[in-house]
């Protein structure tokens, strides 16, 4: 598959980070999300998913590495703002006690290295090597056995 156009590759990268934006502010909402009387780590399931997928999905419209990273990295930035924010009153969005903390620290933590590991995994397009290997035709030769290399064949 080529990749797209232009626009189509902007859009592509425009989309995938809001996408991980969005994810981030979610997961945070459902880091204190209880089941009964337990506390449903389901913010950290979400964040492994989706932080594995990201990158994958963004290779789809480019190659460049850390532009495939970019929706990890703001979601990343934004779970760390959402969780140091607080409003006047003391009020937060990610609990620092009880069972919540250990939800939140797997929502982090987990998420990032879903994110890392999402990155390391993501498969480069084989069509974007077949551009650099049609330019030269020198190294298709040394591929070659030595009598097709100089031209005369040995009977």
């Known amino acids: 598959m080529k990749p797209a156009g232009g626009v189509i590759t902007v859009a592509g990268i425009i989309v995938f ?11 945070v909402l459902y880091v204190p999300y209880y089941v009964g009387a337990y506390v449903f780590p ?16 963004m290779r789809q419209f480019i190659d460049s590495g850390p532009l495939v990273a970019l929706p990890t ?18 009020d ?12 939140a620290l797997a929502t982090i933590f987990l998420g990032a290295l879903a994110g890392a590991i999402g990155l390391m995994r993501s498969p480069i397009r084989p069509d974007a090597d077949t551009d650099a ?21 040995r009977r």
């Open 42 to 57: 389901i913010s950290a399931v979400v964040a492994v998913s989706a932080n594995f997928a990201l990158p994958r999905l």
């Open 133 to 153: 290997d049609s330019d030269s035709d020198s190294d298709s030769d040394s591929a070659a056995p030595p009598e097709v290399r100089s031209g005369s064949a």
């Open 17 to 27: 980070s809001a996408i991980g934006v969005l994810s981030a502010i979610v997961e």
């Open 73 to 90: 990295a703001l979601w990343v930035l934004t779970v760390i703002v959402l969780g140091f924010a607080n409003t006047g009153d003391g």
């Open 92 to 103: 937060v969005i990610v609990p620092g006690y009880g069972q919540s903390q250990y939800v």
